[in-house]
Structure formats: structure tokens, C-alpha cells
């Protein structure tokens, strides 16, 4: 059962992965131009317009889906493909290390929303009491005060924390290795071409097993990762 609470916190997460995949993509176009390639900058996608990175499967059906239907605490997404030309890198490796920035912009960007909570909760008044209501609220929509006791710069740490978890959340999600994904992408520049070749025709099908595998995979690895965010972010 959906609170008006409930969908208004879905929505601000909905918001802000749209805008995590558009950092994501912007970045794996931005580090592919640097390493030789302009295929991405030449196509449009050294932008951080969400329009020019939309996936119907990725930014539309997976969030909604992953949600409503799965029950997933926070929503997965993905943007369309950047599209690289691999002959185009002056490196025989630049192509991994292009689809590499992706999930490492998505870290540094957690690490720096990390870093300003932590500068507000020991320079604004109220905050550092506060700090306790983000975990539940943002990962299981459970408020745990009373709204009017939280100062007013609470949107902002929310907003913050928000961050943090859909950018963890979707650096894992994006090693998966599957076609659609950086990780499937990283996992057929090594195979063998035949191999290669068969894994991306399964696209379609793996779209499917994305949706029944991809939160099990997905926590082993983000429970812990955000536990130590959550450490920091408590404790220091």
C-alpha cells in the first residue's frame, strides 16, 4: 500500500536517478572523447540532458517496474547505450577505461555528497540530530519523527543522502554483467568473438533476467558499501 509519503519519496528518487544516469552517460562520452574517440561527443551524448541518454527500457519500465512491481527500496535504471568506435581509441584498453567512468564519476560523486553532510552536520545546528532519519526514510519510507521537529535544511540532506545511496546503488548495478550494462560491455572486449557475439544478440532476453537477479546481485554488494557511507557519515 502506496502513502501519498510513500510516492512523493519514489518520485524525488525517480528524479534523481534520471539525473545519475545522465551523469553517468555524460561521463563515459566525456572520458571515450579524451581517450580518441568522438563517436559519443559527434552523436550528442556529451550532455547532461536527460533526453539525450533516454532508454524506455532503462530510464521508463525498469524504474516503474523495479518498484511498484518488484518492491525494490530504491529504483533501477539504466540510459541508452553510449555508442564508442573502438578503433577510434589510442589505447588498446580505451574503451573499458571510457565505460570505467561512468561508475567511477557515480563514486566520486556519492564520496562528495558524503563530504558536504558531513560539513553541514558540524557547521549548521540541528542537522547532526537529524542525520538519523535519512536511512530509514530514504530505504524503507519509514519517517521515524515527528516532520516538525527536523530543521528546515532537511530537504537538503535528503537530497544529499538520495545521492548517495541511487549513486552506489547504480555503480553496482551498472558492473552487472549483462549486454545493456558497463559490465556486459567490459565482459565482450575480452571474450572471444564468437562468444561476444552471442552474448549481445541475448540482449533482449537478459532484459528479463535483469529483473529476477538484479536486486540479490545488487545487495550483496551495496548493503555493505553503504554501510561503510552510513559509518562515516554517523560516526564522524
Known amino acids: 500500500m502506496f502513502t501519498p509519503l510513500n510516492l512523493a519519496l519514489i518520485a524525488f528518487e525517480l528524479v534523481v536517478l534520471v539525473l545519475v544516469i545522465s551523469l553517468h552517460d555524460c561521463a563515459q ?4 572523447n579524451r581517450l580518441g574517440d568522438p ?21 521508463a519500465i525498469s524504474p516503474l517496474l523495479s518498484v511498484f512491481l518488484f518492491a525494490n527500496p530504491l529504483p533501477f535504471g539504466w540510459g541508452a547505450p553510449v555508442p564508442m568506435t573502438s578503433r577510434n581509441f589510442r589505447w588498446k584498453y580505451g574503451e573499458t577505461l571510457a565505460l570505467l567512468a561512468g561508475p567511477a564519476t557515480q563514486v566520486l560523486v556519492a564520496m562528495l555528497s558524503l563530504l558536504v553532510l558531513l560539513v553541514l552536520k558540524h557547521t549548521v545546528s540541528g542537522v547532526a540530530e537529524s542525520i ?6 530514504v530505504l524503507y ?6 516532520s516538525s521537529a527536523l530543521p528546515g535544511i532537511f530537504p ?3 537530497l544529499l543522502y538520495t545521492i548517495i545511496t541511487v549513486n552506489l546503488l547504480m555503480c553496482i ?3 552487472l554483467p549483462v549486454p545493456f550494462l558497463d559490465g556486459g560491455r567490459i565482459l565482450i572486449e575480452f571474450l572471444p568473438y564468437n562468444a561476444a557475439q552471442a552474448l549481445e544478440r541475448s540482449s533482449f532476453y537478459f532484459v528479463f533476467l535483469f529483473f529476477i537477479l538484479a536486486r540479490p546481485l545488487t545487495m550483496v554488494f551495496f548493503v555493505p558499501l553503504l554501510g561503510i ?3 562515516v557519515l554517523l560516526h564522524m
Do not use: C, E, I
Not at 29 to 32: G, V
Not at 132 to 137: E, I, K, S, T, W
Open 141 to 146: 519510507h519509514s519517517p521515524v519523527v515527528d
Open 29 to 32: 562520452a566525456w572520458a571515450a
Open 132 to 137: 538519523d532519519a535519512l536511512v530509514p526514510l
Open 173 to 175: 548495478v551498472n558492473f
Open 156 to 158: 537538503l540532506l535528503l
Open 39 to 59: 563517436t559519443p561527443r559527434m552523436l550528442g551524448r556529451l550532455s547532461l540532458n536527460p533526453a539525450k541518454h533516454f532508454d524506455p527500457w532503462g530510464m
Open 229 to 231: 557511507f552510513n559509518s
